[in-house]
């Protein structure tokens, strides 16, 4: 008899990825796929290690999980000269002659993790321990100059989230990352490597008939 497969290997560049991963994977409804059977590892040589042997480290275990997914940040990787598209292309590619062929995919993260972090939504706000304090978050960073007005995002993602943290005096750790993923909007993200990831857990993990319906936290009415 076969052995059955998981649906899905995640390779990861570091615990904080893995924990957002968590927290993202909870919510299959929210997502629009089906409850996904997972695995998660992270690469001992983080995002270079992912770049360059994320297809030896994935390579055993072909015949473990139906699909796998390769992330990690471009910023540290040691191919950040060359662009997010390309190195997706080229990772994904060394999957496929692997032995994965279309059943792998590698999601890089432009220029890191937090970039995912920022957005309108209060959660950012409530996770970030600044709920109802004021200025609120965003006008905290544009005074700082670290968030200007019109721009979606932070220049530096990273150095956003360190301060706003700084100033609440509240500990970064990998169960903030998993409670950021598990409660702010996705629809709200309009970073291209979360929605290539979203569409990729859409096309493999499509969400059957009698499934529930997506309910995002910050929109489900009070009873």
């Known amino acids: 008899m076969s052995e059955v497969r998981s649906d899905l290997v995640l390779l990861v560049a570091d615990k904080d990825m893995e924990y957002a991963m968590k927290g993202l994977l909870s919510r299959p409804a929210a997502l629009g796929i089906r409850r996904v059977s997972c695995e998660i590892y992270v690469h001992p040589e983080h995002d270079s290690g992912c770049r360059t042997h994320g297809h030896v480290f994935l390579r055993s275990m072909l015949q473990r999980f139906s699909r796998a997914i390769v992330m990690f940040d471009l910023h540290g990787c040691g191919g950040e000269i060359r662009g997010r598209e390309q190195i997706e292309a080229e990772v994904t590619g060394c999957l496929e002659k692997s032995g994965w062929f279309d059943r792998a995919r590698a999601i890089v993260l432009d220029p890191e993790l937090e970039i995912w972090v920022w957005s309108d939504s209060p959660e950012v706000d409530r996770c970030l321990g600044w709920a109802g304090r004021r200025p609120n978050l965003r006008a905290h960073l544009e005074v700082e100059g670290i968030w200007p007005a019109g721009m979606g995002k932070p220049a530096d993602p990273k150095k956003a989230m360190e301060l706003s943290l700084r100033k609440v005096q509240k500990a970064r750790s990998s169960s903030l990352y998993k409670n950021l993923a598990a409660s702010v909007s996705f629809q709200r993200c309009v970073d291209p ?28 009415s009070p009873a």
Do not use: V
């Open 193 to 220: 490597s979360f929605n290539r990831l979203l569409e990729t857990f859409r096309a493999w993990f499509p969400m059957c008939l009698n499934d529930a319906p997506a309910i995002d936290r910050e929109t489900q």
